[in-house]
């Protein structure tokens, strides 16, 4: 699976968006990328995940650049409780099981 | 919507003794996955299993570590003998079919002293 590449941690304003870069610049035609996030001492959540098209769901919002070598998720109005830690996973088959890796993943802080 | 429980939430032990790790899955899962959480290592893969069966037990660290899953509904985690440097939380989480996404429980933090 291709590697990911994340800012190790951002600021947010509550009620702003937040927007989440992730860098995959060898990902490939096959693999898809997946964002979970961590809030503290709970386990990680889905989020959301991509092919080549935009995506958007109740939680986020995500946006895949044409080369599909970077990737922002975006949560259009940040609240206290979107303080977590976020994951951007690139990984092959979406339809299939198989091992979600984890890297160190963005530490967004949402404040006052 | 699958659910993942797992128990004990919190388990001390003395070094030396063994561990076990429970997970029950609630439903509606074909694969199951136990990762380990420390600062210094972040979130490891240890094993996972596809409908019932072990698929890659490479993130297991040693062989004192062995899991097994006796049905759909049951996995376990077992440690033997613990050390403190096992001391983490450890992840059960298992595929869901609405989305592909994963769903993780809880976790159980261990602290071998």
């Known amino acids: 699976d291709a590697k990911t590449t994340q800012p190790t941690s951002m600021d947010c304003a509550e009620g702003r968006a937040a927007n989440l870069p992730c860098n995959h610049s060898t990902i490939s035609g096959n693999e898809y990328v997946y964002w979970y996030r961590q809030i503290h001492s709970q386990g990680p959540q889905y989020i959301i995940h991509?092919?080549?098209n935009n995506e958007t769901n109740e939680m986020a919002s995500l946006i895949i650049t044409e080369d599909r070598k970077s990737s922002t998720l975006i949560l259009p109005h940040a609240t206290l409780r979107d303080t977590a830690v976020y994951y951007c996973?690139?990984?092959?088959?979406?339809?299939?099981?198989?091992?979600?890796?984890f890297g160190q993943g963005t530490e967004l802080s949402v404040k006052p | 919507d699958a659910g993942v429980i797992q128990s004990p939430r919190h388990e001390v032990t003395e070094m030396g003794q063994e561990v076990t790790l429970r997970c029950k899955p609630i439903?509606?899962?074909?694969?199951l996955f136990w990762y380990r959480q420390t600062m210094m290592r972040g979130l490891e893969l240890l094993i996972y299993f596809n409908n019932n069966v072990p698929i890659d037990d490479s993130g297991m660290p040693e062989d004192r570590f062995s899991a097994k899953m006796p049905n759909a509904s049951f996995s376990t985690l077992k440690i033997q003998p613990s050390e403190p440097r096992d001391s983490a939380v450890y992840f059960c989480?298992?595929?869901?079919?609405?989305?592909?996404?994963?769903?993780f429980g809880s976790g159980t933090r261990l602290t071998v002293v």
């Open positions: 989480a298992v595929r869901t079919g609405v989305n592909y996404g994963y769903t």
């Open positions: 996973i690139v990984r092959v088959s979406y339809n299939q099981g198989g091992k979600l890796i």
């Open positions: 439903s509606g899962h074909d694969y």
């Open positions: 991509g092919l080549k």
